[in-house]
């Protein structure tokens, strides 16, 4: 639940928080990765990619889809990730495989060299 000094915060730094917000996803990508939870962690970096795709793509647009007054940004924010999130849901960029082929590599790598440090010890 977000506290309102963390939304008063949103509003006037919304790209702070949009950077903030694709951090904390990519740690929490990382970490379900680390305990074998291979689709949550696809679907949070999914998540994360999607999100900055839909920012840069609506940047190009002449003019903000929100208008440009004071909260323009930050609703843009919050569709982009709104958008993004969606479309990691559906794997709309088709990446869901792949990228659990790869955490799951990783994970075992990990896991391999963590057992092979307990062997030498």
């Known amino acids: 639940m977000i506290e309102l000094n963390q939304l008063q915060g949103m509003l006037t730094r919304p790209t702070d928080a949009v ?6 996803l990519l740690e929490a990508a ?3 990765g680390a ?12 998540s994360v990619l999607a999100t900055m795709l839909i920012k840069e793509m609506r940047r190009s647009l002449p003019e903000g889809m929100f208008g440009k ?13 709104q958008v993004g999130q969606s479309m990691a849901k559906c794997n ?20 391999e060299a963590s057992e092979a440090e307990e062997e030498v010890a």
């Open 69 to 81: 007054g004071p909260g323009a940004e930050t609703y843009e924010g919050w569709f982009d990730e």
């Open 19 to 24: 950077q903030g917000r694709a951090k904390s």
């Open 35 to 46: 305990q074998g939870k291979t689709g949550e962690a696809a679907e949070s970096f999914q």
């Open 92 to 111: 709309a960029l088709g990446m869901d495989d792949m990228l659990r082929e790869q955490i799951e590599r990783a994970r075992l790598q990990v896991q």
């Open 30 to 32: 990382r970490d379900a």
